[in-house]
């Protein structure tokens, strides 16, 4: 077998935040790897660091000290110009709240990063249709997000995260507004883009049994991995 | 999709908001526009004056008349090439609401000074032989529908005759025009003789003598030699330009550039706060999509300049609606008082300035929500949800 290229680096990560003068600790020297195509849930009380990681995976902050490194790429030393186009170019954001544009269609949702490449209109509204299909929404693209479920809602937030091709999807609590049945099928579309696409996926959740669909469940507290876990058969 | 429709479809999502904004744009600039119009036309009379052109009034005030001996003694001025003299009659047809600009005028000279106007052929002549001939200019005579062979009375408000009436009859002899669109043609002038031959009162006194000189250079000169004839007597003068003449005409309305800028100062001061504070307001309610857009991967310049050009469309789209209205509304009025107003219409430097302006208050509003929306810390937005 051969041996899984790593995608993301992390070495003697540190995050850390000031309160007046206290400088409080969220982690210390946090080291990992993240193989591509890897699915990784991300599980921890509330405070211990999940959505910072997270956040420093994508770039979208910065740690206190240590490397950010995706295939060779020093995230974390990159200019803010740079970060953002390296975010549109290798990362697709998934929220809890959906985070859609509400003024747009939901297929005006899902072109949204695709406004920052060079592709045709015609490219674009190829890529947002498949897209759309990926996710079962197609008879859904000229509807408003309010106009739509919340578990729809979320399809249409992972449609806008796949559609530029990023390599890893970054979920924060993507199933923590919706009910149940919603969630297991925002999570068994991760699970597709995961296995099919080889798309690697990093996941926090609170949610013990949304974890059970990822590869790898690691448990983050007091600013460390204490336990990890490996889900040789993941939820289906 | 493109960054327009993201701008557009930002700037309307509340479209009560929207409509009352450009509502609120839209005035003024209708504003500006309307008044802009008005003062072109006010002062108009500056830009058709010839340079070598000067007007003796009374010192005291220009409504204040001189004695009639004196234009023989300007036209003896060396450096003068011709001086006619022309009274205020004032004057309305059938009603006192039909006012109509008249002069009394020494038909022959006065013309002299003024070569610009044009007369079909022989009505020049006919009116300078002709005593009881009333010249109309081409405005005022389509706005009453006279044409050359009307005989009509013109009645003063000011002037009576001896048998105690205020109507003088007249033929209407010429009608005539400026050589170039804007000069006015909205005034009747008529033989001073047969004005002052009937006057029950202030006979042999005219109101004003318009002067022109062999050179342009000759106008101090002249105008120093002409209020030196006349210094220390009962009926002092004062000479000047025809450009200064008219200015200070306007200007006994009052200051009109300082009303306007006063006026349209203020519309846009108000407008400018109102705009720049809904605009924080609106980009405060979006920070949450801003760092969404920011984490996708729009750098913040692009934000910067989404957000600037919001306020920008929003301030144009209000300004060119004022001042398309304002146009209208000249032109509306342009129609009904064309005998007073002549040249009135909306001109295309005060529009082009409407414009300019707009965008200037749209990038001014724009720039401190945009500066906001580009500094937006996305762990900050997205934590705050």
Same mark, same amino acid.
């Given at each position: 077998m051969e041996p899984v290229a790593s995608l993301y680096e992390l070495k003697d990560l540190s995050k850390s935040y000031t309160r007046g003068k206290e400088s409080i600790a969220i982690f210390e020297h946090l080291t990992m790897s993240i193989p591509q195509g890897d699915f990784i849930a991300i599980m921890g009380p509330s405070g211990s660091g999940k959505t910072t990681l997270l956040n420093l995976l994508g770039g979208i902050d910065r740690p206190s000290s240590g490397a950010v490194e995706c295939e060779g790429v020093r995230v974390d030393k990159l200019s803010e110009g740079k970060l953002a186009k390296w975010r549109s170019e290798n990362v697709g954001f998934i929220f809890q709240f959906y985070n859609?544009?509400?003024? #747009?269609t939901a297929a005006q949702n899902v072109e949204l990063p695709l406004?920052?490449?060079?592709?045709s209109g015609k490219q674009r509204k190829e890529r947002v249709k498949t897209a759309l299909d990926i996710v079962g929404l197609a008879d859904r693209a000229g509807h408003r997000p309010r106009q739509l479920s919340g578990g729809q809602q979320q399809r249409v937030a992972i449609a806008r995260a796949i559609v530029a091709d990023p390599k890893v999807l970054l979920c924060d609590?993507?199933?923590?507004? #919706?009910?149940r049945a919603s969630a297991d099928e925002i999570l068994e579309t991760l699970q597709l883009l995961n296995k099919d696409l080889g798309k690697t996926i990093v996941m926090v959740t609170h949610d013990p049994s949304a974890a059970k669909y990822a590869q790898r469940e690691l448990h983050l507290d007091k600013g460390r991995f204490v336990e990890k876990e490996l889900n040789p058969e993941p939820a289906q | 999709m493109n960054d327009l429709t993201l701008i557009r479809k930002n700037l309307f999502r509340k479209k009560l908001r929207a409509i009352l904004l450009t509502l609120s744009i839209l005035i003024a600039f209708l504003i500006f526009g309307v008044l802009g119009a008005f003062h072109t036309v006010w002062t108009s009379g500056s830009e058709v004056a010839a340079d070598n052109r000067l007007v003796t009034v009374n010192k005291i005030n220009f409504t204040v008349s001189m004695p009639y001996a004196y234009w023989g003694r300007v036209q003896a001025v060396?450096?003068?090439e011709a001086a006619g003299h022309a009274s205020w009659f004032g004057g309305y047809y059938?009603?006192?609401?039909?006012q109509v600009q008249t002069f009394a005028i020494s038909p022959e000279a006065y013309l002299a000074t003024y070569p610009e106007l044009v007369f079909p052929e022989g009505q020049r002549e006919a009116f300078i032989e002709n005593r009881t001939c009333l010249a109309v200019g081409t405005d005022l005579a389509s706005f009453f529908g006279w044409e050359a062979g009307d005989r009509i009375p013109l009645l003063s408000n000011i002037w009576q005759k001896t048998d105690g009436t205020s109507s003088w009859e007249f033929d209407i002899c010429a009608i005539f025009d400026g050589r170039?669109?804007?000069?006015?043609?909205?005034y009747a002038m008529f033989h001073y003789d047969y004005y002052n031959e009937a006057l029950a009162f202030n006979q042999d006194q005219i109101g004003w003598i318009v002067t022109t000189t062999t050179d342009p250079s000759l106008n101090d000169q002249v105008a120093r030699e002409i209020d030196a004839m006349f210094a220390n007597s009962p009926a002092e003068t004062e000479t000047s330009t025809e450009a200064a003449f008219n200015e200070a005409f306007v200007n006994q309305f009052g200051n009109i550039a300082l009303i306007l800028l006063f006026v349209v100062g203020s519309a846009f001061t108000t407008i400018l706060i109102i705009v720049g504070f809904t605009m924080v307001t609106a980009i405060n309610e979006r920070t949450g999509e801003i760092a969404v857009m920011k984490t996708l991967g729009f750098p913040a310049p692009r934000i910067f300049r989404m957000v600037l050009s919001e306020s920008v469309l929003l301030s144009v789209i209000g300004g060119l609606l004022g001042l398309g209205l304002a146009t209208l509304m000249i032109n509306a009025i342009a129609t009904v008082a064309a005998a007073f107003l002549p040249g009135l219409a909306m001109p295309l430097d005060v529009f082009v300035a409407g414009v300019i302006i707009a965008v200037i208050l749209g990038l001014v509003t724009g720039l401190v929500p945009a500066i906001n929306a580009q500094r937006v810390r996305i762990v900050t937005a997205l934590g705050k949800q």
């Open positions: 859609l544009m509400p003024t #747009l406004l920052l490449t060079k592709l609590e993507p199933t923590g507004d #919706l009910d | 060396e450096g003068v059938q009603d006192p609401t039909q170039e669109e804007n000069m006015p043609a909205n």
